[in-house]
């Protein structure tokens, strides 16, 4: 059994006032004894204005964020994952970042978000984050103390054979950090989150961002525990907050053994 704290949050546009909030709940869902924690995309910052987001981010050896939460992990001896955070990788360029760091302060893996979010929305939302940001290349599955972690970030969720690899690959838990829009969301969140657990026989942890941000955008909260025969163990609604959940890891082989799916795969030619 191992306890999961799942972080909610309506992040602003301030980077230090948003690491506060996130350390407060850390060091609350600590104290009810998670010894893993996992934070939403974009943490530390939303912001939608171009020339702000880029004055405003780092690089990842200079950014406040990755500094503290280090520090962090290490202080409580926990393993923890920051869903994203936004990184500068060029004087244009910027990454969505995930990262987990060990219980010693270690960063322990890095995910770049290889899906980029290049729609537009009934009602007049538009969203191009190719024009600043930088796809990742890489899929990654993290070994813990406790488990294997498939990474991913929020418009990864709409891609499952990404999904169905990492389970491949070793992974008994998804993780799947959010900043969903209210319309997608309402729509599309729990199908496709339970989808990606019931295809894998894996844990999904889903941290979502929620509520109005500073810069009028709206998202859809909702973050989601689900085990791995589609159940949901824990939804946090809208409000930002903690929410502690005890897993099973017996129950990843368990459900594989009900439900053989990974072990039928085959190749096929059109």
């Known amino acids: 059994m191992v306890r ?6 309506n992040s602003g546009n301030e980077v230090a006032q948003n690491l506060d909030i996130i350390e407060a709940y850390i060091r609350e869902a600590h104290s009810g004894g998670a010894e893993f924690i996992s934070t939403p995309e974009t943490s530390h910052l939303m912001e939608m204005n171009r020339d702000a987001v880029l004055s405003k981010a780092k690089s990842e050896s200079e950014d406040e964020g990755v500094r503290r939460f280090a520090a962090l ?4 001896g926990i393993w923890l994952h920051i869903g994203s955070l936004i990184i500068k990788v060029g004087a244009e360029k910027l990454a969505n970042r995930a990262f987990l760091f ?4 270690d960063i322990a893996a890095r995910y770049d978000k290889l899906h980029l979010f290049d729609v537009d929305l009934p009602g007049g939302e538009s969203y191009r984050e190719s024009r600043l940001y930088q796809a990742g290349e890489k899929a990654v599955v993290a070994e ?4 294997k972690l498939g990474m991913s970030i929020c418009y990864d969720l709409r891609f499952p054979y990404l999904y169905r690899d990492m389970a491949d690959n070793g992974a008994n838990i998804l993780l799947i950090p959010a900043a969903f829009t209210q319309k997608t969301g309402e729509a599309h969140w729990h199908t496709l989150m339970q989808a990606r657990a019931i295809e894998t026989g894996c844990y999904v942890v889903a941290a979502a961002q929620t509520g109005v941000h500073a810069t009028g955008r709206g998202t859809y909260g909702h973050s989601l525990v689900i085990n791995p025969w589609g159940e949901v163990l824990a939804d946090a609604g809208t409000e930002t907050g903690v929410t502690l959940v005890d897993i099973d890891l017996a129950k990843v082989e368990e459900t594989r053994l009900i439900m053989p799916s990974l072990k039928h795969t085959r190749t096929y030619e059109f």
């Open 73 to 76: 992990a290490g202080e409580l």
């Open 102 to 105: 060990s219980p010693a302060g």
């Open 144 to 147: 813990t103390s406790f488990a």
């Open 4 to 9: 999961i704290g799942l972080i909610q949050l």
